[in-house]
Structure formats: structure tokens, C-alpha cells
Nanobody, 123 residues
Framework: QVQLVESGGGLVQAGGSLRLSCAASGRYAMGWFRQAPGAEREFVGAISYNGGSTYYADSVKGRFTISRDNAKNTVYLQMNSLKPEDTAVYYC????????????????????WGQGTQVTVSS
């Protein structure tokens, strides 16, 4: 059983930055998702297991960066130039279905999910 634990959420002003971490064991590609109140879960980005390939949703491209340190079993989501519309609960998830490129797994193809961490961006 793989356990995923997110951390690093909080309250930040618009234009600010936050870095989320996800402690993740196992040899999996990882994805980040978010869900705002009343909205569906939204894909944010993904990273292959070796870290050599990433893919981002258009809404965060150029502002968010996913990286990983497999020696520390940790995946990161660096979020810059935050906007109020980035407010959501952010989840990391593990999948064996992504090895790179723009064909990203669907949410149901992620085997494990974290509990989520709240990010609130004030205007």
C-alpha cells in the first residue's frame, strides 16, 4: 500500500508563491490535481517517475513547476504568480500509466491519492 501525504498548503496573497510537497513511496509517476468548492477535480500536472518528463494544464503552464527527489521520496509542486482562482484543495496521486509526453492518465488511472492540502489565494 502506497501512502501519499501532502504538505505546504496555506494562505497566500495574489502574486505570491507556495511550494507543496508530497511524500510518496514506490516507483510511480505522479500527478497533481485540485478541487475548488463546487467544482470538479481538475488536473494540474504530472511528472514521470524519473522526472524527465512533465506535463501541465494550460491554466498553470508557466506558473507552476513539478519536480521530484526520488532519494527523498518526495514530489514538489512549486506555484508562482498565484491567483485567487488557484484556490482549491490540492491532491497528489500516483500512477503507473504515465511515462512521459502529452498523453496523460485519466483520474481513474491513478492508483493512490493523498488526503489533500488547502491552498487559499487572497486578492
Amino acid at each position: 500500500q502506497v501512502q501519499l501525504v501532502e504538505s505546504g498548503g496555506g494562505l497566500v496573497q495574489a502574486g505570491g508563491s507556495l511550494r507543496l510537497s508530497c511524500a510518496a513511496s514506490g516507483r510511480y509517476a505522479m500527478g497533481w490535481f485540485r478541487q475548488a468548492p463546487g467544482a470538479e477535480r481538475e488536473f494540474v500536472g504530472a511528472i514521470s517517475y524519473n522526472g524527465g518528463s512533465t506535463y501541465y494544464a494550460d491554466s498553470v503552464k508557466g506558473r507552476f513547476t513539478i519536480s521530484r527527489d526520488n532519494a527523498k521520496n518526495t514530489v514538489y509542486l512549486q506555484m508562482n504568480s498565484l491567483k485567487p482562482e488557484d484556490t482549491a484543495v490540492y491532491y497528489c496521486a500516483a500512477t503507473s500509466k504515465y511515462s512521459g509526453g502529452s498523453t496523460i492518465p485519466q483520474p481513474y488511472e491513478y492508483n493512490y491519492w493523498g488526503q489533500g492540502t488547502q491552498v487559499t489565494v487572497s486578492s
